[in-house]
């Protein structure tokens, strides 16, 4: 829905003059009494019949700005399915391209040891006879062959898999923002029908007055103004913290890791009972062959900025944070699999400056840990923790293993 609807829709007031002009009367019988008050009843009538216009428009507006609602909830929804589509096809394209690149990084450093030209003359040497060397030198051909195709399909599907990340952010950001939409419109509709039901007892109170029954609607008149001014109210304090909360996350974004890592030093360290030791063991890391010239050199170069991700998500608080992260990683619960795909390690063990990736089967979560005691004790900076949108530490220590699903770290290098 354009934002400009309700600039353009202008409540009529209705105004209805109480003070009716009724050509003087003097009413010397009481025929001429009963003609004066039929004379006022009319003049009430016309007023009526004006005001009702303006009422039946208001009402007119009120529908339309509810079925464009309703459309902009079906766009919701069905952009919520197409992301959920790309989801998916981004997780297999990942899992395709993590299989590949270790094989080709073993295939890389194989060649580096044995050389690809020694490997032929070999070939022909040790052969028994013209046909066998032949035959060998074909089988090499045909892995060789083989090498070359597997190394287009990784390069297509990095290719696709990157068209159908940047797809799958812009329909994220495009729901975030018509939920946004539907939040402002909903506190807008809700003062326009209180302003409404105003005009509508307006009338009923105009027309009783000829009848002697003013005083209950006139009470519940001014129950409606009251009602009105408290949604106008609501509205007005509902846009003060809008406002009060973009100043803060436009301020939170100043922030870097290294202060967000000094302010968790101050935190008091967790209760033993709460802080489990630390497992001495090596971090329990997924490696993608990080040693291998195929994994390093083939990782995608981003952007610093967070421009990517909507401002106050939990993906645009992590971006801002670390900014080697990608630019099109998706919704929180997509970023292990994105950055697994783009030759990022990823695995069970927090480090401080990694990236907490908690995938729940929705839209997941994501935070920088700042400060670690165990695997089941860290802190973390985060964006969008139980609806603060801007940047800090809201949970101090904590247990990530047990707090929003599935957590797997990013690690930046």
């Known amino acids: 829905m354009k934002k400009k609807l309700f600039a353009t829709i202008l409540l009529s007031t209705v105004a209805l003059s109480q003070g009716a002009v009724v050509a003087g009367v003097s009413a010397d019988s009481t025929d001429d009494k009963i003609a004066a008050q039929d004379n006022k009843i009319n003049s009430i009538n016309q007023q009526q019949q004006s005001a009702q216009a303006q009422v039946d428009q208001i009402q007119g507006q009120v529908s339309e700005i509810k079925k464009q609602q309703e459309n902009l909830q079906a766009e919701n929804d069905r952009l919520n399915e197409e992301s959920e589509r790309l989801s998916a096809e981004i997780d297999e394209l990942s899992k395709n391209i993590v299989a590949r690149q270790e094989s080709l990084a073993n295939q890389a450093r194989s060649a580096q040891t044995t050389g690809t030209a020694t490997s032929y003359i070999n070939a022909i040497v040790s052969s028994g006879s013209l046909t066998e060397a032949i035959s060998r030198i074909s089988a090499m051909n045909e892995i060789a062959d083989a090498n070359n195709k597997m190394l287009q399909e990784q390069k297509r599907d990095k290719e696709d898999i990157a068209q159908k990340q940047k797809e799958n952010n812009d329909a994220i950001n495009t729901v975030i923002a018509n939920k946004q939409q539907l939040e402002d419109d909903a506190q807008a509709l809700s003062t326009k029908e209180a302003e409404l039901k105003v005009a509508q007892l307006n009338l009923a109170a105009e027309k009783s007055t000829a009848e002697n029954e003013k ?193 797997t770290y990013i690690y930046p290098n």
């Open 215 to 407: 005083n209950a609607l006139l009470q519940q008149k001014a129950e409606a103004e009251k009602a009105a001014a408290a949604a106008a109210a609501a509205e007005a304090a509902y846009r003060a913290k809008q406002k009060e909360q973009q100043a803060a996350v436009k301020a939170s974004a100043n922030t870097t890791l290294q202060a967000q890592v000094q302010a968790a030093a101050q935190t008091p360290a967790a209760t033993p009972a709460a802080a489990q030791t630390q497992a001495a063991a090596q971090p329990a890391v997924q490696t993608q062959a990080a040693a291998a010239p195929v994994a390093t050199t083939s990782r995608p170069t981003y952007s610093t900025s967070a421009s990517s991700y909507p401002v106050g998500e939990c993906t645009w608080g992590a971006k801002t944070l670390a900014p080697w992260a990608g630019d099109y990683w998706g919704n929180g619960g997509q970023w292990a699999a994105s950055a697994a795909a783009a030759g990022f390690r990823t695995g069970s063990q927090p480090q401080v400056g990694a990236i907490a990736c908690w995938n729940d089967g929705g839209y997941g979560h994501v935070a920088v840990v700042t400060a670690v005691q165990s695997t089941t004790s860290i802190q973390v900076s985060e964006s969008n923790y139980n609806g603060i949108r801007s940047i800090g530490n809201y949970r101090g220590w904590f247990n990530p293993t047990t707090a929003q699903g599935t957590v």
